[in-house]
């Protein structure tokens, strides 16, 4: 299994550019999550989804959208890019079952400039 | 609301010795507490959860955390480090019934050879 696999893995873009994040697992996982990291400010949730067709906000969703027209697939769309918007971001996934654990992707690091 | 301290941003310790890695949390009801590992450039990889049961936990790499009730923690332990046992250290928790994660913003862990 791959697990939780995002694309690109770097990404440089300039002030008002927009991009897409992609995110893909393979688990069937219902759940899947986006977290942007800062230094020293831990993972912060942008947004949640807890099954295809259904999304919600998390703590620091603004400037930032997603859709969930499958189970496998969770993108991030970043619309109007600005420096504040520079971090790593991280998606991951996880099953319905309360118990269990988040499995993460390897990140991208964006940077806006 | 969920949240969770990690109150010291860096813990040094002599490859060989013991070491701890602090966490409290705060949710309403009983807690899903995890512990995760980043390594530099990597996501994170789970290492341990506590759900319910004994309150000593064990988990991947020779890691385990005590579950404390009355003192709302969840500290990491290892009896012996090793200085591969060096990165960012993240304690998480989900309330009962929850969709989100919440993270502390991570500790450091440098062992010394």
């Known amino acids: 299994n791959a697990g939780v696999t995002q694309t690109p893995k770097f990404r440089i873009l300039k002030i008002g550019q927009s991009m897409t994040l992609q995110c893909t697992q393979d688990?069937?996982?219902?759940?899947m999550y986006w977290y942007r990291q800062d230094p020293g400010m831990g993972l912060k949730l942008i947004y949640y989804?807890?099954?295809?067709?259904?999304?919600d906000k998390g703590e620091v969703p603004n400037g930032y959208n997603v859709s969930r027209s499958t189970t496998e697939d969770f993108p991030l769309r970043l619309e109007l890019a600005a420096p504040s918007q520079t971090s790593v971001y991280f998606c991951?996934?996880?099953?319905?079952?309360?118990?269990?654990?988040?499995?993460f992707g390897q990140g991208t690091r964006l940077t806006v400039v | 609301a969920q949240s969770v301290a990690q109150p010291e941003d860096q813990v040094n310790v002599a490859e060989g010795n013991p070491l701890t890695v602090k966490c409290t949390y705060s949710?309403?009801?009983?807690?899903?507490l995890f512990w995760y590992v980043q390594y530099p450039n990597r996501g994170l990889q789970f290492l341990l959860k506590?759900?319910?049961?004994?309150?000593l936990v064990k988990g991947s790499y020779g890691f385990e955390a005590e579950f404390n009730k009355s003192q709302t923690s969840f500290h990491l332990k290892k009896p012996s480090a090793l200085v591969s046992d060096s990165a960012l250290y993240f304690c998480?928790?989900?309330?009962?019934?929850?969709?989100?994660?919440?993270f502390g913003k991570g500790n450091q862990v440098v062992v010394i050879p």
């Open positions: 991951a996934s996880r099953d319905r079952d309360s118990n269990t654990e988040a499995f």
């Open positions: 688990m069937n996982h219902n759940y």
């Open positions: 989804s807890v099954g295809a067709g259904i999304t």
């Open positions: 949710v309403s009801g009983n807690p899903y």
């Open positions: 506590y759900i319910t049961g004994d309150n």
């Open positions: 998480a928790v989900r309330g009962p019934g929850g969709n989100r994660l919440a």
